[in-house]
């Protein structure tokens, strides 16, 4: 049964890189979504490496802010917004990019 479960995950990995690779060649948004992606890519060497004061303090700001928000439901717990807090983040950065082109492009 294993086995079987790693041939199905594999080809499903398959179809999305080719979907991806696909909306990288022939969308607007694809073609930025995929320049993310390469750097992503070229940048996972660096993530061990120290980053700036400002960069982490800009950090714990925001993810000072975003929890106060996020435990300020009644069934929230510590444990749930560690699980959460890489989605929000990327979240965040995605709708602010979204902005920035939205007032670039006009």
């Known amino acids: 049964m294993g086995l079987l479960n790693r041939l199905r995950e594999h080809r499903e990995r398959r179809a999305y890189e080719r ?12 073609v930025m979504y995929g320049q993310v992606l390469a750097y992503r890519r ?43 807090w890489p989605d929000i983040r990327d979240e965040i950065f995605k709708q602010y990019t979204m902005k920035v082109l939205e007032i670039m492009c006009t």
């Not at 979907?19 to 694809?30: A, D, I, Q, S």
């Not at 120290?50 to 510590?78: I, Q």
């Open 42 to 84: 070229n940048n996972q060497q660096s993530l061990g490496k120290p980053k700036s004061p400002e960069r982490v303090a800009a950090n714990n700001e925001m993810k000072g802010t975003v929890r106060e928000a996020f435990m300020s439901h009644p069934a929230a717990t510590e444990q749930d917004f560690e699980r959460c």
């Open 19 to 30: 979907n991806v690779k696909f909306r990288e060649k022939h969308t607007p948004y694809g």
